[in-house]
Nanobody, 127 residues
Framework: QVQLVESGGGSVQAGGSLRLSCADS????????MAWFRQAPGKEREGVAT????????YYADSVKGRFTISQDNAKNTVYLQMNILKPEDTAMYYC????????????????????WGQGTQVTVSS
């Protein structure tokens, strides 16, 4: 059974930082791509960042470039999202997602590309 468990969310003031973690307890760490998405109330789920688990290539939404960093620790089967210079508009539920190892990734920011999801962790940024 696929298990993706997020942690690290919380409430911070604008300009602050948080680091989200996604622990992947699947029997094999086999997805080629791992991602972070977020969804604010009344809005669609949007891609924040994706990392290729093999080569470490990263992709970011324009809104977070230069502020967020996605990384991985393969020994721990964990993906991280370091979030700096947080803004109120970053407030959302953040989800970890894993791409199917049997498919080619076409659009890293499309939630439909990912088949495994965590339960989410809330990030709230106050002004």
């Amino acid at each position: 059974q696929v298990q993706l468990v997020e942690s690290g969310g919380g409430s911070v003031q604008a300009g602050g930082s948080l680091r989200l973690s996604c622990a992947d307890s699947r029997y094999t760490y086999s997805s080629n791509y791992m991602a972070w998405f977020r969804q604010a109330p009344g809005k669609e789920r949007e891609g924040v960042a994706t990392i290729s688990t093999g080569g470490g290539r990263t992709y970011y939404a324009d809104s977070v470039k230069g502020r967020f960093t996605i990384s991985q620790d393969n020994a721990k089967n964990t993906v991280y999202l370091q979030m700096n210079i947080l803004k109120p508009e970053d407030t959302a539920m953040y989800y970890c997602a894993a791409h199917s190892p049997f498919r080619v990734l076409r659009s890293w920011y499309d939630p439909g590309e990912y088949v495994y999801w965590g339960q989410g962790t809330q990030v709230t940024v106050s002004s």
